[in-house]
């Protein structure tokens, strides 16, 4: 059984988030959850959040069978790049230059199936 959480919108680039759930997947979810509690990455709070969605997710899908969060893995996790906010800021000379800040939607799936 698996189930899956998405977060839209974070406020940071897909390539930052990626270095952290490199360090998630496929790890089981109390090690990863432990990991990310304690890392000093903006990207492992939103994560964390994310990925205790998922587990309670996966609770709600089976409400009559009890689940055990030792037997869950991180079976799936990724950043996908989400709309870019396109802002201007005063330059030299009376000209203007564009910040581009990204966003991200993440996407995670937990499993009581070992990979």
């Not at 974070?10 to 790890?27: A, C």
């Not at 969060?69 to 203007?96: N, Q, W």
């Amino acid at each position: 059984m698996e189930a899956k959480a998405i977060t839209r919108h974070i406020r940071q680039s897909p390539r930052k988030i990626r270095v952290v759930l490199d360090e998630v997947r496929g790890r089981d979810v109390e090690e990863a959850l432990n990991y990310l509690h304690f890392s000093k990455a903006k990207a492992a709070t939103q994560i964390e959040k994310t990925l205790r969605s998922a587990i309670a997710n996966l609770m709600n899908k089976v409400e009559d069978a009890t689940v055990n969060t030792e037997d869950l893995c991180v079976k799936e996790c990724y950043a996908d790049g989400g709309p870019h906010m396109k802002r201007f800021r005063a330059a030299s000379m009376g000209r203007i230059s564009r910040l581009n800040k990204p966003t991200a939607h993440l996407t995670v799936v937990v499993s009581d199936e070992k990979n």
